[in-house]
């Protein structure tokens, strides 16, 4: 019996139940060869009819143009990109603009101007970023090592330890935060303003060879700003970074700053900058004050020396007069002397590692590693002269708790000297003063190098939990067990010169100047709980200060005294001149009238000796 029989009717799968079933409908047409499949559809196609061209209509292509110029406007104006094509900024703008004209005429155009423009596009986009790798891999220190090593090779001098001049006398003895916050308590001053304006930032500069920390006011949000423009902002702030004190300092009526960096729209410093230089690179601005203390902003020229986007220099700077928003610029070499941050302490602190990584080329500072050197990971600030320089130790790729020297940078001219010294790495030199007064918890800021009794030595000051100074501290660099605290600077570095004798260290005594004179006026002041005389000698308006801890015969000192002083050739200039008591004759008794008798013999105690200091 067949299937036919078993299920009474035609099967659908025919003789062979597990075959394919009769195809319904019309019998399916062979597939043929590969060569008729390619006929047939080149017939089909030459037999299609042809569908006209779509054409983008003129009012719509101006639409799109005005949108993207428009939108151009506003992004410009937002983001304030350098026209300069070492600017990665202006290709990644250029980029974006790219991108939103694709979508523009996406949704706009139709036809094959649209299509076509896209295509372009598209294939900037795509040929930018491949160049923009390839120019990353051609500017790499592996192809470029020397030029690297080069940027900042011919500005290094390498000078010996007894040529370091900075001291105790001239340095700051505040950091930026205890700056900041000695400004915020004088804001308060402020009552009428206080409300309307608030501090930023604060900028290291040298004002008369002292260091002092600058914070300039600026506005709180758009609304402060709206209801205070057309006055501007009527002060900034000064913090003496070494006697701590903080003075306000008020602009004449009508001469407010207008152009600050939190103003907005046209008001805004970046913005004013740009419009007037739009194609220089900006490194960030500092707030300065010319000899007369009238107060600018001052941005460092950029420019990349390796290829378009690697190398990173200076070129030159723009000021801008915040009052008026008058600009100059000045190119290396014709700065005014008054602008001290022309570098910034991480420029000069990259290129340096430049050259201390690829001196010996890109090989040795991966593999030999010979003679590679780095900068450590700080740095803090001295004034020398009118300049501004920045002190940071030099350690050795391969060790890390150790200097082998220092360099001390002009951040104006980019004069560099290195030292050769070894000694501890500022950060353990850090935890050797936190750890004389660990029980009282305080933290020590990071240090400058300077000389003390012949001695280069790391200074820090120790701050409490609220951020105040409340001791200083004084840390032999080759000896960092030597570790010397007191409450003021001068208790510390008399402490300081204590541990040295006893350890054996060589202490040079300060170069000091005989002086002998007659007591004019003596008068005395206690600072932290130490009793200073303050001397004048007959005929000059120079007080000589004898600390009664050091000069205990100081007590003894009337007017009319003959004193012989060792006055300490540093201060010379000065009106107060530390001195050292060495010697001194009190003053003659009453001579007897010449009408009474008197002996025959002299009274040779009229003249009473004190004893040397």
Not at 84 to 103: D, K, P, R, Y
Not at 141 to 164: G, N
Not at 214 to 222: A, S, W
Request: with cysteine.
């Amino acid at each position: 019996m067949n299937n036919n029989d078993f299920f009474g009717q035609q099967s659908p799968f025919g003789e062979n139940p597990f075959g394919q079933g009769p195809f319904h409908g019309h019998n399916r047409p062979p597939k043929g060869s590969w060569k008729e499949q390619l006929r047939r559809f080149r017939e089909r196609k030459k037999n299609k009819p042809i569908e006209p061209k779509q054409k983008t209509k003129t009012s719509r292509i101006i639409l799109t143009a005005v949108l993207f110029v428009l939108q151009l406007m506003v992004q410009f104006y937002v983001s304030l990109p350098a026209i300069n094509i070492q600017s990665a900024g202006f290709w990644t703008f250029v980029g974006e603009n790219l991108i939103i004209l694709i979508a523009l005429t996406t949704v706009l155009c139709r036809g094959s101007f649209a299509s076509n423009l896209r295509r372009v596009c598209g294939a900037v986009v795509g040929i930018g970023v491949v160049a923009f790798f390839a120019l990353a891999l051609l500017s790499s220190p592996i192809l470029q090592s020397h030029r690297y090593a080069s940027l900042m090779q011919d500005s290094i001098e390498q000078k010996e330890i007894e040529e370091y001049t900075p001291t105790i006398d001239n340095v700051p003895l505040l950091d930026k935060d205890s700056a900041a916050r000695l400004a915020n308590r004088a804001l308060g001053n402020l009552v009428d303003e206080v409300s309307q304006f608030e501090l930023y930032d604060t900028y290291q500069v040298t004002v008369a060879g002292a260091p002092v920390r600058v914070q300039p006011l600026d506005y709180v949000g758009f609304v402060k700003w709206f209801m205070n423009r057309s006055t501007g902002i009527p002060a900034y702030i000064t913090v003496d970074m070494k006697t701590q004190n903080t003075k306000i300092v008020r602009l004449e009526e009508g001469k407010g700053i207008k152009y600050s960096q939190h103003a907005y729209f046209n008001d805004n410093l970046l913005r004013h900058v740009r419009f007037n230089y739009p194609c220089d690179m900006l490194g960030d601005p500092h707030f300065e004050l010319d000899e007369s203390g009238n107060p600018y902003w001052v941005y460092p020229v950029l420019e990349h020396k390796i290829m378009l986007f690697s190398g990173t220099d200076v070129k030159g700077v723009i000021t801008v007069d915040p009052v008026t928003g008058e600009c100059a610029r000045y190119e290396l070499g014709e700065i005014p002397d008054w602008i001290d941050n022309v570098y910034s302490p991480e420029i000069i602190m990259q290129q340096y590692d430049w050259y201390g990584s690829y001196q010996n080329g890109w090989l040795n500072s991966v593999v030999g590693q010979k003679g590679v050197v780095q900068t450590t990971a700080g740095y803090n600030y001295i004034p020398k002269g009118n300049d501004l320089y920045i002190y940071t130790g030099v350690t050795s790729v391969v060790s890390d708790e150790s200097n082998i020297g220092f360099i001390f940078t002009n951040l104006r001219t980019r004069e560099t000297e290195f030292y050769e010294i070894a000694g501890a790495e500022e950060f353990s030199a850090m935890e050797s003063a936190e750890g004389v007064v660990q029980h009282l918890n305080y933290d020590a800021t990071f240090p400058i190098l300077l000389m003390i009794e012949g001695q280069p030595t790391y200074t820090v000051a120790l701050k409490d939990n609220a951020g105040l100074v409340k001791q200083y501290g004084m840390v032999n660099m080759a000896q960092y067990q030597i570790v010397a605290t007191g409450s003021t600077i001068k208790d510390c570095q008399a402490n300081y010169r204590k541990l040295l004798e006893s350890n054996g260290a060589e202490v040079t005594q300060s170069a000091t100047e005989e002086m002998t004179g007659v007591i004019d006026d003596v008068r005395t002041a206690v600072i932290s709980g130490t009793t200073y005389y303050y001397i004048r000698l007959q005929g000059g308006d120079v007080y000589y200060v004898l600390s009664a801890a050091d000069n205990e015969q100081a007590v003894l000192l009337n007017t009319g005294d003959t004193v012989t002083l060792n006055v300490e050739t540093a201060d010379e200039g000065k009106e107060l001149q530390k001195a050292g008591l060495k010697g001194a004759t009190a003053a003659e008794a009453a001579q007897p009238d010449p009408e009474e008798e008197i002996s025959a013999e002299p009274d040779e105690t009229a003249a009473e000796e004190l004893p040397e200091a």
